[in-house]
């Protein structure tokens, strides 16, 4: 039996703390069946993301995802402690994930069966953990319908305050494997959990306190208030295909993920638009002879399906992201992807702040490092060319060929004890103290440069928090933008890459040298097209004249 199903309380927020920490940082917290995840509030690299409390919401928002609770290991009885998300269509609707319908049916179940939720909400979450199987992990949308809801929760208050009574034991049955055949009768099968394991051992732990033969009553209430949650669970998924089973038929559904552009995922487009049976020949080569997580943005997607565009039902979806990582973004096979600029951004934050490599790195590695700090950038263009999105297996495959080059390469860099960033008292710092740092850690030797705007970045970062006393999690930042300022500097491999990822001014907040060069070139053109122009005015007013002297 899988872990998932073993564990009880909080094992999905414990996969989503490693899968946001770096193993490095794993023991910035805990984990126990009894209390669930606690964070080492004292230990000194929390400060890097701003202490317990914050490093908590953080680590909330990022598995705050479609599908989350099982993708970070929920185990099958534990509540899905997520939030549900609502997505705005172009037309103004309402849309959400299936995924997050078992969330809201979870907490309209809680909300309903308050006097008895220890009891009831384990088998409930487990029975909608089943019927979320038929999904098979794949992430579609679907209009969204607070009326419906609202229905169900009276139907199902009402059946609760009127049932009868139906599930009895007989003298033979009051015991454990009584009430745990019972249970198998009313709860379906999940396919990580056939033989009902984890519902035994729950049923285990009330019998060993509450015999069955002494409190016969209290399970019989228990069974029973279980089986009415279910017989109107069942009849309202029966009632409403749309939100619980995958379509092959039905309305254009397609997302626009944006940040600094509009992007249209090709493969989904043709997915949707043949499930809606328009005119997806027009596009189809194309995009089936593309990576399977290339983009096009929306002016594009407009020319390329033409008249169909009005038919399209558009979903506005905003890339989020922490302090530190991208937030998941589901795609159509049941994976999931990040920006291809936070891959490079990820890889930065680990060699720049966790590994602490470019501390006091010896004058003949330094190309090696500036080498190694772009390998991400030139694995993405060479394996996926263009491409804005990443699927996370490819992520994982650039983050262990990274690690696999530094032990080959710089076996004694990676090493060698780092020093940590100072405790900032409450007082903040200043932007001689960002100075001393970088002069500190031996950067400034090999990246002179940096001293050009480091001041420029202090001044930032105290509008971006709209304060003037900057924490020490904010120095690490701050020494991270100098470091990946100064690479890109250096680099018209890195400076091409963030500019086509729109992301040279909005995350370097630097003059981009390809910026310039594309407005210098159009300058260029206009002057030399208004040039010609006059040329031509003056040629035809030189004609005129010579005619009429004739």
């Known amino acids: 039996m ?16 490693k899968a946001y920490l770096p193993e490095e940082h794993w023991d910035l917290f805990s984990f126990s069946e009894e209390y669930g995840v606690a964070f080492r509030a004292s230990h000194p690299m929390m400060h890097m993301y701003g202490g317990g409390e914050e490093l908590m919401e953080a680590i909330e928002k990022f598995r705050n995802i479609p599908g989350g609770h099982s993708f970070f290991g929920g185990a099958l009885t534990e509540k899905n402690s997520s939030q549900e998300k609502l997505y705005p269509s172009i037309s103004g609707k309402a849309y959400m994930f299936k995924q997050d319908i078992y969330h809201y049916l979870q907490n309209i179940v809680m909300f309903s069966n308050i006097s008895s939720n ?27 319908d607070e009326e419906k809801l609202d229905e169900f929760k009276k139907k199902l208050v009402r059946e609760l305050t009127t049932f009868t009574k139906t599930i009895e034991f007989k003298e033979n049955e009051k015991n454990l494997a009584g009430v745990f055949n019972k249970f198998k009768e009313i709860l379906p099968k999940h396919d990580d959990d056939p033989e009902y394991e984890v519902i035994h051992t729950i049923l285990k ?33 029966e009632e409403n295909p749309q939100w619980f089973r995958l379509t092959d038929k039905g309305p254009a559904i397609v997302r626009v993920i944006y940040d600094e552009d509009k992007l249209v995922m090709t493969h989904e487009l043709l997915s ?12 189809e080569n194309e995009v089936i002879n593309s990576p399977k997580l290339s983009t096009w943005n929306l002016e594009t997607v407009k020319e390329k399906v033409g008249d169909d565009y009005g038919k399209i039902e558009f979903i506005l979806a905003k890339i989020e992201r922490t302090r530190h990582r991208a937030v998941y973004i589901p795609t159509i096979d049941g994976t999931y992807c990040i920006p291809a600029i936070d891959v490079v951004i990820e890889a930065l934050h680990d060699i720049i702040s966790v590994k602490s490599l470019f501390q006091h790195v010896p004058e003949d590695k330094e190309q090696l490092m500036r080498g190694i700090c772009l390998g991400s950038i030139t694995l993405i263009t060479g394996m996926f060319g263009n491409t804005r999105f990443i699927s996370l297996e490819d ?32 007082k903040g710092f200043t932007a001689k103290d960002l100075e001393n740092e970088l002069e500190r850690f031996g950067v400034t030797k090999v990246f002179p440069d940096v001293l050009q705007f480091h001041k420029s970045y202090f001044d930032l ?90």
């Not at 509450?210 to 669970?233: G, S």
């Not at 949707?272 to 596009?283: F, R, V």
């Not at 994982?396 to 405790?423: D, G, M, N, Q």
């Open 272 to 283: 949707q638009m043949k499930k809606a049976d328009l005119n997806y020949k027009t596009i």
């Open 2 to 17: 899988s872990r998932a199903v073993c564990m009880k309380l909080g094992e999905s927020l414990f996969g989503a703390c």
């Open 461 to 550: 970062l105290k509008m971006d928090h709209d304060t003037e006393r900057l924490r020490t999690c904010d120095m690490y930042e701050v020494l991270e933008r100098c470091i990946t300022a100064a690479i890109f500097v250096y680099s018209k491999k890195m400076q091409n890459f963030y500019h086509a990822n729109l992301s040279c001014r909005s995350r370097l907040l630097i003059e981009c040298p390809v910026c310039i060069e594309e407005t210098d070139a159009k300058e260029a053109a206009e002057r030399n097209a208004s040039s010609s122009d006059s040329s031509v005015a003056d040629l035809t007013k030189k004609m005129e004249s010579t005619s009429t002297m004739e």
């Open 118 to 144: 220890n009891e009831i909400l384990p088998m409930i979450c487990y029975y909608l953990r089943v019927k979320e199987q038929d999904l098979r992990k794949i992430c579609e949308l679907a209009l969204f």
């Open 395 to 426: 992520v994982a495959e650039i983050s262990k060929s990274r690690l696999t080059i530094c032990r080959k390469r710089i076996p004694e860099i990676l090493a060698k004890k780092k020093e940590i960033v100072h405790k900032i008292s409450n």
């Open 205 to 237: 732990g009330y019998v060993k306190n509450k015999t069955v033969k002494r409190y016969a009553r209290f399970y019989e209430d228990w069974l029973n208030r279980v089986a009415v949650n279910i017989r109107v669970l069942d009849a309202f998924i």
